[in-house]
C-alpha cells in the first residue's frame, strides 16, 4: 500500500505590507508531481499576482480561510513567522517554515512549542555551499538591493545617468551603497546599470573585490573588522570614531547613500550620523534598507520618508515585499529545496533503522542548524532562552 501524501499548507500572510506568497503556482505544480498534496489559503498570492484559479491548474486545493488551510497539515510554510492565534491553528507535531525571529516571536513560539511543533527558520541557514539553493536571506535580498536602487533613482530630484544635450551636459550620479553583501552588490549593479557613478564601503577586505568586479570604486578608510567565515566583527569605540568622522567626507559627497547593514536578531548598526545627513547637498537621498530593524541612519524611520536640511531620508520597510512576484519567486524555490530535507522520505519499516514515517533528516547540518523547536522542544539557545526552558540540542540520528 502507498504511503499517504504530504499535506502542505501555505496561509495568507497577515503582517502589515506582506505581500509575499510562499509558494507560487509553478513551485506547487512540482510539489504535485512529486506526491504533496498542497493546500492554498484563498487569496493568499493575490497580492504577488497569483490568483487562486492558477493554484488549482497546478493542482493544488484551495481552503476558504485560515482554519481550513491548517486542518490536518503536516507541514505549513509561511514568509513572515505566525502570530500567536495563527500558531494556534497548527495542528499538532507539524512543522513550521519560515523567517522567524525569536525575540519577536517569543508568543507565538511558546504555542506552537506546547503544539509539539518542529519549527524551521531560514534566519538561520548555515553558510556552506550545499545550502545555496536554500538561501532565502539571499534570494530576498536581491529583490531588496535591486529595489532600493530603483526607489533612490525615483526619489533623487536629478538624472542618475549622464546626458550630453545641445543645452549642456549632465553630470552623472554619484552613488555610495555601505555594505556589500548580497543586498549591497546588487544596488551596485543596478545603480551602475542606470548609469550612476558608484562608490562602495565594507568593513570587510574581501568586499573590495566583489564591488570592484561590479564597476564600483572601493572606499578605504583603513578601518577593517575582518571575522570568521568571511563575516564582520564587531568594531571597537576608537574603530567605530575613526570610520564615521572618513565617512562623513564621503556621504557628504554623494547625491545617494543607500545602507544595508543589518545584524540578525540585533539593532542595525548607525552608520550614518544626523550630522553626516546635515554636510549632504540639498536633494540628496539616503535609502535605509534596515529600518525595520533600527536602521543604518540615525534619523530613520521605519515606512515613512523624511526630510532634514534638503535630504529626504527612505525608510525602507520590508523592502522585499515591493517586487512581490519574483520575491515569491525566488523564495518557494528555496522553500521547495528545503522541503526535501525537512520531509525526507523514510527508512523501510521493518529493517530495524525506521518505522517507514517520514519526517526531517535529523542527521543534515542544514536541518540542524535551521531548527529552533524539535517537537516543541528549544534546540536553538537564544529560543530556549526566551521560553525559559531547557536548551536540548540536537543528537543526530547517527549518534550526538
Known amino acids: 500500500m502507498g504511503l499517504v501524501a504530504v499535506r502542505l499548507a501555505v496561509p495568507a500572510e497577515t503582517r502589515p505590507g506582506e505581500t509575499r506568497v510562499a509558494l507560487t503556482p509553478d513551485a506547487a505544480k512540482r510539489l ?61 507535531g507539524a512543522i513550521v ?20 511543533a518542529s519549527v524551521f527558520s531560514f534566519d538561520f541557514l548555515p553558510r556552506i555551499s550545499r545550502a545555496q539553493p536554500m538561501d532565502a536571506l539571499s534570494s530576498q535580498s536581491t529583490v531588496s538591493g535591486y ?10 530630484d536629478r538624472f542618475f545617468p549622464m546626458f550630453m544635450t545641445a543645452a549642456g551636459t549632465v553630470p552623472r550620479a554619484k552613488v555610495l551603497v555601505m555594505g556589500v553583501g548580497v543586498a549591497g552588490l546588487q544596488a551596485i549593479a543596478t545603480a551602475r546599470r542606470l548609469g550612476a557613478v558608484v562608490r562602495a564601503y565594507d568593513v570587510r ?13 572601493f572606499v578605504e578608510l583603513g578601518v577593517l573588522a575582518e571575522g570568521a567565515g568571511g563575516y564582520a566583527r564587531e568594531l571597537s569605540e576608537e574603530e567605530l570614531a575613526r570610520q564615521r568622522q572618513a565617512l562623513a567626507a564621503e556621504v557628504a559627497a554623494s547625491d545617494v547613500v543607500i545602507t544595508t547593514a543589518a545584524v540578525p536578531g540585533r539593532r542595525a ?65 528555496n522553500v521547495a529545496n528545503l522541503l526535501a530535507l525537512l520531509w525526507t522520505a523514510p527508512a523501510p519499516a521493518g529493517d530495524g533503522n525506521g ?8 542527521s543534515d547540518e542544514i536541518v540542524i542548524g535551521t531548527a529552533v523547536l524539535r517537537d516543541g522542544v528549544p534546540v536553538h539557545g537564544l529560543t530556549a532562552e526566551l521560553l525559559g526552558r531547557p536548551l536540548a540540542p540536537v543528537a543526530t540520528d547517527d549518534g550526538p
Open 32 to 92: 504535485v508531481a512529486s506526491g504533496w498534496d498542497v493546500v492554498i489559503q484563498s487569496g493568499a498570492g493575490a497580492k504577488a499576482s497569483f490568483a487562486d484559479s492558477a493554484y488549482v491548474g497546478a493542482g493544488a486545493s484551495v481552503a476558504p480561510d485560515a482554519t481550513a488551510v491548517h486542518w490536518e497539515a503536516d507541514v505549513v510554510a509561511r514568509v513572515q513567522a505566525p502570530t500567536a492565534a495563527e500558531a494556534r491553528l497548527v495542528p499538532e
Open 97 to 116: 517554515l519560515s523567517f522567524l525571529q525569536p525575540a519577536e516571536t517569543t508568543e507565538a513560539l511558546a504555542v506552537l512549542a506546547e503544539r509539539g
Open 147 to 156: 529595489r532600493a536602487a530603483l526607489l533612490a533613482a525615483e526619489e533623487l
Open 205 to 217: 577586505a574581501a568586499a573590495k573585490e566583489e564591488a570592484e568586479s561590479l564597476g564600483a570604486s
Open 269 to 333: 548598526p548607525i552608520l550614518v550620523s544626523a550630522t553626516m545627513v546635515e554636510g549632504m547637498g540639498p536633494g540628496s537621498v539616503i535609502v535605509d534598507m534596515a529600518a525595520d530593524s533600527g536602521g543604518n541612519c540615525e534619523l530613520t524611520v521605519a515606512g515613512e520618508s523624511v526630510v532634514r536640511g534638503g535630504t529626504t531620508i527612505v525608510g525602507l520597510a520590508n523592502p522585499a515585499a515591493g517586487m512581490p512576484t519574483h520575491a515569491s519567486f525566488l523564495y518557494s524555490r
Open 355 to 362: 518505522d517507514g514515517s517520514f519526517g526531517p533528516d535529523w
